[in-house]
């Protein structure tokens, strides 16, 4: 060891990337214990395990960042110069200048660094580009280790969702996969089959915990968490990846790239990678009821009214509510719609009593039974037309989004906007075109795959309806009624013009 430097105190950095083998750290903490010892210096371990290249992600780092800038070294010592960031420019020059204005030095096996010597200046530089070279090769190359996986129908997404394990589960075995853990499969299919009854997601959370029946972690259930286990396609027994793009952590470096989500198309989807646990058509049920349920006043959810959360206005779409009439609170009314649109437009759809309301949604149920044979090729045709309908005014619109979005380039080519300008714009153009493509997907796959309800069920569905009403004894017993044979009510009222449609299921 070169004596000209006057070492007495120093602190020794150790720092284990995730990617690395577990009995790295023990040999690089051997290799600077040793170098510690043979020059007698008295040290202060700093240890930490990550994968960020960002300083502010790493918290050993900066406590010694700060007792470096408080002069509390003679020297860092470190197995290489890249153990300390391989960070930007940005992050390399703030460690740099931490050093170089407390005068610290940076000691490796191999050679010591004072950072206020030009040439051990330089060649830290050096040394800390080609560090930011290695790190951005080794991300890339495990970005795409990953997708490759993906596609192979290896699990490459981290902790495996419930009701999952990772590879084995007793004598299950799925190597570089997924298998069922069948004490949790059990929980997970009341789960689906609690939602597919119409039991929110809140509700589920609330049953269970108050059941003392935990998450795998030992905490309560959330409805955000069930929601999250009844949407997610890995139960169909799919693999999917690269559905983000940027860095989504809440603690993100500041110079990251922002998140944001992909198109579907730029999802990589490998089906039958492992055992599902429910079927497309659960899937697509569940979340039908989740959107629809998104759409609906918090007093519909609670069953209030006989047609709580199904009557929906004739112009503007929006779920109409029920309530006490203002001058007769014994008369319970079917509400005007008071929606405003974006320009401040109120909708103003005429309402009913409530008593009314019901005799003409009676009559036109027992008008649908009576002629059920004759309209039911009608409806069929009627719901894939209007589906059609949909998907070619959503591709239109994407078609519009996407010009506008080349004009908005074009425009910035030719110096019309600022950069600050253009990316604003561009960004706008760019949402309405991911969450339009999402709409025309989801629309798509509705219109394939959505399971139609049999005659028969139909049929007897409506008989029971008349059978049961009439002995209901609460508003949301009528409402589970309703809804066992009614998708949804369109009502439009203009004066004394009124027209009333029903979704029949």
């Known amino acids: 060891m070169t004596v000209e430097y006057n070492v007495k105190y120093v602190a020794v950095y150790l720092r284990k990337s995730r990617a690395e083998h577990d009995d790295e750290l023990s040999k690089h903490r051997a290799i600077l214990t040793d170098l510690c010892q043979r020059n007698k210096f008295k040290y202060v371990e700093y240890a ?3 994968t960020s290249d960002s300083i502010d992600m790493r918290p050993k780092m900066l406590q010694l960042l700060k007792d470096v800038d408080g002069g509390v070294y003679d020297a860092v010592v470190v197995v290489d110069y890249d153990r300390l960031s391989r960070g930007d420019l940005g992050e390399q020059d703030r460690i740099k200048k931490t ?6 030095l940076i000691i490796t096996p191999d050679k010591i660094y004072d950072l206020n010597n030009d040439l051990d200046d330089t060649y830290a530089d050096f040394k800390g580009l080609f560090a930011r070279q290695e790190y951005k090769m080794i991300t890339k190359r495990l970005r795409q280790g990953k997708k490759i996986g993906s596609r192979r129908g290896d699990w490459t997404n981290g902790a495996p969702p419930f009701p999952y394990a990772y590879q084995r589960y007793k004598d299950k075995e799925n190597e570089k996969g997924l298998v069922v853990n069948d004490e949790q499969h059990i929980l997970y299919r009341e789960i689906v ?54 860095d989504g952590h809440k603690n993100k470096r500041p110079n990251a790239k922002k998140a944001k989500c992909l198109p579907r198309e730029d999802w990589v989807i490998v089906e039958g990678s492992h055992e599902p646990v429910k079927t497309q058509e659960e ?60 320009l401040g437009v109120v909708c103003r759809n005429g309402g009913i009593t ?3 309301f019901e005799k003409m949604i009676l009559d036109d149920i027992k008008n649908f039974k009576d002629n059920f044979v004759i309209q039911e090729a009608e409806m069929s045709r009627v719901n894939v037309d209007t589906l059609r309908k949909l998907i070619e005014e959503k591709e239109l619109a994407l ?10 380039n074009d425009g910035y080519e030719l110096g019309d906007y600022s950069r600050e300008v253009w990316l604003e714009r561009k960004k706008k153009w760019e949402d309405r075109i991911r969450e339009t493509t999402n709409e ?25 309806f008349f059978n049961k009403i009439e002995t209901c004894t609460t508003n949301a ?13 369109t009502w439009l009222k203009d004066g004394n013009d009124i027209s009333v449609k029903i979704n029949y299921k």
């Open 48 to 50: 930490e395990i990550g």
């Open 99 to 104: 050093f170089q204005n407390s005068e610290t």
């Open 193 to 246: 089959e609690m939602a597919l009854n119409g039991v929110t997601p809140n509700n589920i959370a609330i049953d269970l915990n108050r059941r003392g029946l935990l998450t795998r972690k030992g905490n309560y259930w959330s409805g955000s968490i069930i929601q999250r286990i009844l949407l997610d396609e890995t139960h169909l027994g799919k693999i999917i990846s690269n559905k983000t793009q940027g």
């Open 283 to 342: 899937h697509d049920k569940i979340k039908k009821i989740i959107e629809d349920r998104k759409l609906s006043p918090h007093r519909a959810r609670k069953q209030t009214h006989a047609f709580s959360g199904i009557v929906r206005c004739g112009r503007c779409g929006h779920c109409l509510t029920f309530g006490k009439n203002r001058t007769r609170q014994d008369i319970i009314m079917l509400k005007p719609c008071w929606y405003k649109n974006p």
């Open 354 to 356: 409530l008593s009314v």
């Open 399 to 408: 078609s519009k989004f996407t010009k506008a979005l080349s004009v908005v």
């Open 440 to 464: 025309v997907y989801d629309l798509k796959k509705q219109l394939e795959s959505s399971p139609q309800i049999s005659s028969e069920l139909r049929q007897r569905n409506i008989e029971e």
């Open 477 to 489: 017993e009528r409402n589970n009624m309703y809804k066992a044979i009614i998708e949804s009510i």
